[in-house]
């Protein structure tokens, strides 16, 4: 018996493998997969059959390109096995069922959905709840069970012999993420940025020695069916760079793909069916970061907050970067004085073209706090005018940069200002601060706005 499970167990696996494919993955859930192929046919006419092929598969995406081979029809079967659509097929003919300690009993089956199973002996029409019963057994000597789809094609072969060529389509269950662990070294705003990608083959087929693509872009797409429908360097900080830590190949190429960029990884893989992996996208690089706090609110607003804390990253050559960096996930770590890290927050980020700069929030500062308040306000029939003040604490041993955010709507004029602003947009100021280390910053302004 362990045998012949085992045995089941392998002839699985091996049907639900692809081998030798090449596979592009694109950032909308969706995968190209393209299959080599091959078949012995005869001169002249022949109908050729493949089933190594995904769940996700849309249903009108594929094509076969076969050298010295004409093709003709293509079809797809979907008739994949179910215990449900073989009994509603067999409604009048004759079953077995046992029903929970008691014999089994035959009959006409007349009735079969999910609650229950209606069928007629000689005497009589009986009904049974289905969590009643143990089994039903109908004869079925020509039955053979369809697990996947099947994809067939005519064809006219030129020549006998073995005929090969690729099989193209689409497929959903694919998708893929920019993660990057960016690890913060002491209090020096140097980092190790180590930019990854995670891959997830959510299919149902297994790709050995596979090629693997990863499209960053938002391709234009219609709707498909589906197949089936279902700083001091550290050594210990550089041996975390630049250690294997599971992850699949080396660096990928990267190569412009129309207005996309295609990220190739050269490997042979193992992809598995419902498993992910995690693929360098570049190499691990030591890159400079600024930290700034924020504290952001509204005209009349009266608040008091620890500030979010605001990094951001210059995608440039000088940086160590000057690269186009995907949308995904930055995940902040800080290396502590043994060594170890810890998680400092994460962010998502959109894409980073070169000499552009990536902002994200890792969270609200402990020692850091604002507090603000409206001192005066006098609103009249065509007028309106506030007075603010706003203090800025910071408890902490080194200096902190704080930009103080005002958001002001309407036809505005800011007087009376304690310190410089810079007027961001047309309902957005901010005020640039440096407060020092274990004290306070206090900054005053008036708005008015007018208006007919």
Do not use: C
């Amino acid at each position: 018996m362990k045998r012949l499970l085992m045995l089941i167990f392998t002839l699985s696996q091996i049907w639900g493998q692809s081998i030798n494919a090449s596979l592009t993955i694109y950032k909308d859930g969706f995968g190209l997969v393209k299959q080599p192929v091959s078949w012995d046919v005869n001169v002249g006419n022949n109908t050729i059959k493949y089933d190594r092929i995904t769940n996700g598969m849309y249903a009108d995406s594929p094509f076969l390109d076969l050298q010295n081979v004409e093709v003709y029809t293509q079809r797809l079967n979907q008739n994949i096995f179910s215990s449900n659509k073989l009994f509603q097929e067999k409604l009048g003919e004759q079953i077995v069922l046992k029903v929970s300690g008691e014999k089994s009993i035959s009959g006409t089956l007349l009735e079969y959905n999910s609650s229950q199973i209606s069928i007629q002996t000689k005497s009589n029409i009986q009904s049974f709840f289905r969590n009643k019963i143990d089994y039903i057994a109908i004869k079925k000597d020509d039955l053979i069970p369809q697990f996947r789809p099947v994809l067939s094609w005519d064809i006219i072969a030129k020549n006998s012999g073995t005929a090969r060529g690729n099989l193209v389509y689409m497929s959903g269950g694919f998708d893929w993420n920019a993660k990057y662990r960016m690890i913060m070294l002491d209090e020096s705003n140097k980092a190790i940025l180590i930019p990854e990608a995670f891959v997830k083959n959510n299919s149902d087929l297994s790709f050995s020695r596979l090629s693997l693509q990863l499209v960053e872009g938002n391709l234009n797409r219609v709707r498909h069916d589906y197949a089936v429908k279902s700083l001091q360097r550290s050594n210990a900080m550089m041996e975390y760079a630049e250690a294997d830590m599971g992850y699949s190949g080396a660096t990928p190429e990267r190569e412009n793909l129309g207005d996309y960029y295609i990220y190739t990884i050269s490997n042979e893989l193992k992809l598995n069916a419902n498993e992910s992996i995690i693929v360098r996208l570049y190499d691990a690089r030591e890159i400079s970061y600024q930290k700034t706090y924020l504290f952001e609110n509204y005209e009349q607003t009266q608040s008091e907050e620890p500030l979010a804390v605001e990094i951001k990253i210059d995608n440039t050559e000088k940086n160590n970067l000057n690269l186009p960096l995907p949308q995904g996930t930055i995940e902040l770590y800080q290396t502590k004085r043994n060594g170890q890290l810890e998680f400092l927050g994460e962010d998502m980020v959109k894409q980073v073209p070169k000499g552009a700069t990536a902002r994200l929030i890792a969270g609200r500062a402990f020692d850091v706090v604002g507090k603000r308040k409206v001192l005066n306000y006098d609103r009249q029939r065509k007028s309106e005018e506030a007075s603010i003040e706003i203090t800025v604490t910071n408890t902490k041993n080194h200096d902190a940069n704080v930009k103080i955010i005002e958001k002001i709507s309407g036809d505005w004029v800011i007087r009376d200002e304690s310190t410089r602003y810079i007027k961001e947009d047309a309902s957005t100021i901010y005020f640039p601060i440096t407060v020092p280390a274990n004290s306070e910053m206090l900054v005053t302004y008036t708005y008015r706005k007018e208006w007919k």
